[in-house]
């Protein structure tokens, strides 16, 4: 196992491995972390490097925990010093993943930024047994497909890909239109992750379509579920702003590790949806 400091501004980048970063602190859920990221590279060949964050760690819990983060990106603004969560992102580009704890300050702003997929993991271990989820949405990168397949894969898990409808869009009058309409999108669905059915032949699929919150749906589905994939939206703020993505909500309160997946390029900054 290595041991990395994170990088700084002006350092170059790290050159491109089958590694796995984990970011562990001290305090409840480093252990997690940990073993999580050295199960997960045991399945694919990888290394683990366990990054370590030379800042003092910040007050945790409550107004405390807010005050924390604001003094320290001011100081670090200060100082000329990215923020913790900025320094994280970093530290992952060239990784195959990040490794983090569900209790870290700013969890939710990191999946957001991050070229690489990051997996954040509960406090508490996980079972480990359930399905592999893929949440499915409308502009679900092939690269969150990939990912889930591969975890399902390397587990002997099913997959349970499931496409949560927002109540709010309109639906058929009639309860047989309805049920048409949900049948038919399941079948799409079916369509579009045939190819990788093919490529994992040994990984038993489920397709599941439903209708609620798809923050509150994904969530109640971790408490038996081995992993959740998320793909990280690329539609930009303008949409984000009008259909809030469930990523950061499901990330801070699933009860199984969950794996955010971002869209091929750079983290999505700008307020227009990245073209297909």
């Known amino acids: 196992m290595h041991t990395a400091d994170m990088p700084r501004p002006g350092a170059p980048d790290p050159p491109a491995a089958a590694v796995v970063r984990a970011y562990a602190p001290p305090g409840r859920g480093r252990h997690a972390v940990v073993a999580w990221a050295r199960r997960?590279?045991?399945r694919t060949g990888a290394r683990v490097e366990i990054l370590v964050d030379p800042a003092p760690p910040?007050?945790?819990?409550?107004?405390a925990e807010l005050l924390g983060r604001v003094l320290d990106r001011a100081l670090a603004?200060?100082?000329?010093?990215p923020a913790l969560v900025d320094r994280l992102a970093r530290a992952a580009a060239g990784a195959r993943m990040l490794v983090v704890p569900q209790r870290l300050a700013g969890v939710d702003?990191?999946?957001?930024?991050a070229y690489e997929p990051v997996a954040v993991v509960p406090d508490e271990p996980s079972h480990t047994r359930g399905p592999v989820v893929l949440a499915l949405a409308p502009r679900t990168s092939d690269e969150a497909?990939?990912?889930a397949f591969d975890a399902a894969a390397q587990r002997g898990a099913p997959l349970l890909a499931v496409r949560v409808r927002d109540?709010?869009?309109a639906l058929p009058a009639t309860r047989d239109d309805q049920a048409e309409a949900v049948a038919e999108e399941r079948r799409d669905w079916w369509d579009r992750l045939s190819a990788w059915h093919v490529t994992h032949p040994d990984v038993p699929v489920e397709v599941q379509v439903a209708e609620g919150d798809p923050a509150l749906e994904l969530v109640d589905l971790s408490l038996r579920a081995r992993l959740l994939v998320l793909g990280r939206s690329?539609?930009?703020r303008v949409l984000a702003?009008?259909?809030a993505s469930p990523v950061a909500p499901v990330t801070l309160r699933a009860r199984c590790p969950v794996l955010v997946v971002p869209p091929p390029g750079p983290p999505r900054r700008s307020w227009w949806p990245r073209s297909s």
Do not use: N
């Open 40 to 42: 997960h590279a045991g």
């Open 58 to 63: 910040g007050p945790a819990g409550g107004p």
């Open 77 to 81: 603004a200060l100082a000329g010093r």
């Open 109 to 113: 702003e990191l999946v957001e930024t």
């Open 145 to 147: 497909v990939d990912a």
């Open 167 to 169: 109540p709010e869009r």
């Open 234 to 236: 690329g539609r930009g």
């Open 241 to 243: 702003s009008v259909a």
